[in-house]
């Protein structure tokens, strides 16, 4: 099986009511426990390669680790590039048979991303590769991805229309109060439910309303969309790891999401976490061991385990790949 593009996977999420999960990749461990899951529930799967990640790896074995998932699992796979950040770097990724990219060019004013947008869109519908866009800015800070809380704000519903029809782009991600990291929010922003735990403000569903308005059926993208899953911040913390007060988006708000406009959810933090999580485990645990494989082993274990949680809870994207593998030809 090919690798895909995203236009049928979202067709069938926006129809369906659930979401495509798009995961970070940055080594082998990670391409297996996450196909490993997908394939398990038989679900799509995009797994996405940021900047950072080709310069960490080499472009080249994340496009062959990708394709070798594909050989092994047989699930619908796009390979994405996560916040391409100009022309060449899509363009590397296009010629590198990457099915989809993403050119961010949010912290642009509108005319310039417009411009900048609609010249990545025209080299990748060129090569048959379709093409995310971005406006509105989230908060965050990863190696390539530094945006300050100051400078995050909402996209502005009033400009979606004009920036789909100009740029031609085939999806949008949208700054709704998500925000990249595991500390997404500070516990003075929270407030404690019933059973103790942080809750963060609610993600801005007005916002994503007024956007389905006016370009319906148009596939919406959450970045920055991890949990921050308690379990595993709890066993890094457990195991000689400090990680203080780091807070995710609740996964009921993820859900609800997932069932409107939005087709793409992204996650990187959660599986770093769970990454984390297994290896700290297993050298607390087993102090004489030296062997790479039997440390990194655990944190793929953990992986696995998280994206099928994900997939069944969050993305509600389950059982979909043959619907999804049926339209293929027709895109
Ligand atoms: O949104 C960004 C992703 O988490 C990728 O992070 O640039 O550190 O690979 P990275
Ligand atoms: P998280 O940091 O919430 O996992 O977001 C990842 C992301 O948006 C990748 O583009
Ligand atoms: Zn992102």
């Given at each position: 099986m090919p690798l895909i593009k995203t236009t049928a996977m979202f067709k069938k999420a926006y129809e369906g009511g659930f979401a495509i999960g798009a995961f970070n990749v940055n080594n082998m461990e990670i391409v297996q426990g996450i196909t490993g899951a997908a394939a398990e529930l038989n679900s799509p799967v995009i797994l996405q390669c940021s900047a950072g990640a080709r310069k960490y790896a080499n472009s080249r074995y994340l496009v062959?680790?990708?394709?070798?998932?594909?050989?092994?699992?047989?699930?619908?796979?796009?390979?994405?590039?996560?916040?391409?950040?100009?022309?060449?770097?899509?363009?590397?990724?296009?010629?590198?048979?990457?099915?989809?990219?993403?050119?961010?060019?949010?912290?642009?004013?509108?005319?310039?991303?417009?411009?900048k947008t609609k010249e990545v869109v025209e080299y990748a519908h060129a090569h048959n590769v379709v093409v995310e866009a971005e406006l509105g800015q989230l908060a965050g800070v990863e190696d390539d991805v530094n945006v300050s809380a100051e400078n995050a704000h909402y996209t502005k519903p009033e400009e979606v229309e004009e920036f789909v029809s100009k740029t031609g782009c085939d999806s949008l991600a949208i700054a709704i109060g998500t925000s990249h990291g595991a500390f997404k929010f500070k516990p003075e922003q929270c407030t404690?439910?019933?059973?103790?735990?942080?809750?963060?403000?609610?993600?801005?569903?007005?916002?994503?309303?007024?956007?389905?308005?006016?370009?319906?059926?148009?596939?919406?993208?959450?970045h920055g969309a991890s949990s921050v899953i308690p379990k595993y911040v709890k066993i890094i913390n457990d195991n000689g790891g400090k990680l203080d007060d780091a807070i995710g988006i609740p996964e009921d708000q993820l859900r609800k999401a997932a069932k409107s406009a939005v087709c793409k959810i992204n996650i990187d933090s959660d599986l770093r976490l769970a990454m984390t999580a297994g290896i700290r485990e297993h050298f607390?645990?087993?102090?004489?061991?030296?062997?790479?494989?039997?440390?990194?082993?655990?944190?793929?274990?953990?992986?696995?385990?998280?994206?099928?949680?994900?997939?069944?809870?969050?993305?509600?994207?389950?059982?979909?790949?043959p619907g999804i593998m049926a339209l293929v030809n027709e895109y």
């Open positions: 062959h680790l990708v394709r070798a998932a594909l050989e092994v699992s047989d699930i619908p796979i796009a390979l994405h590039l996560d916040h391409g950040p100009d022309y060449a770097t899509c363009k590397s990724c296009i010629d590198d048979g990457f099915t989809s990219v993403m050119f961010d060019g949010s912290h642009y004013s509108f005319k310039e991303n417009i411009e404690r439910n019933a059973d103790g735990v942080l809750v963060p403000p609610e993600l801005r569903f007005d916002v994503l309303a007024e956007i389905e308005k006016k370009i319906p059926g148009f596939p919406i993208v959450l607390i645990a087993h102090p004489e061991h030296f062997d790479p494989r039997q440390y990194i082993a655990p944190g793929r274990d953990y992986i696995k385990e998280l994206v099928i949680h994900k997939i069944k809870t969050v993305l509600g994207s389950e059982g979909s790949a």
